[in-house]
């Protein structure tokens, strides 16, 4: 079955930079779409990056709070989705979740079918 497993999350200042790992496996399909969503405490989840696993499609998708800031990237050999994170923000602060769906992109989350645990990205000083 599908499985995402989320790391690299942490305590960062203001300013600083993190990156988020999500190794998948289980996909029967070579293109899948993988996205980032977070949820911070009394907020509802949102949905951050998307980008989708064929080699042949580069389109990326950003929530307007995170362009400029977060890339999303992927290693196709390692099956392994990353969120870079940078001139992070007390507002980023949140659990982070990796997600997918098959094969479209999309940062909504009631359209994805799997989910990570999650991991947890604080910012403060």
């Known amino acids: 079955q599908v499985q995402l497993v989320e790391s690299g999350g942490g305590l960062v200042q203001p300013g600083g930079s993190l990156r988020l790992s999500c190794a998948a496996s289980?996909?029967?399909?070579?293109?899948?779409?993988i996205a980032w969503f977070r949820q911070a405490p009394g907020k509802e989840r949102e949905g951050v990056s998307c980008i989708r696993s064929s080699v042949a499609i580069a389109s990326t998708y950003y929530a307007d709070s995170v362009k400029g800031r977060f890339t999303i990237s992927r290693d196709n050999d390692k099956n392994t989705f990353y969120l870079q994170m940078n001139s992070l923000k007390p507002e980023d602060t949140a659990t982070y979740y990796c997600a997918a769906r098959e094969p479209l992109c999309s940062l909504y989350y009631y359209t994805m079918d799997y989910w990570g645990k999650g991991t947890l990205v604080t910012v403060s000083s």
């Open positions: 289980g996909f029967t399909s070579d293109d899948y779409a």
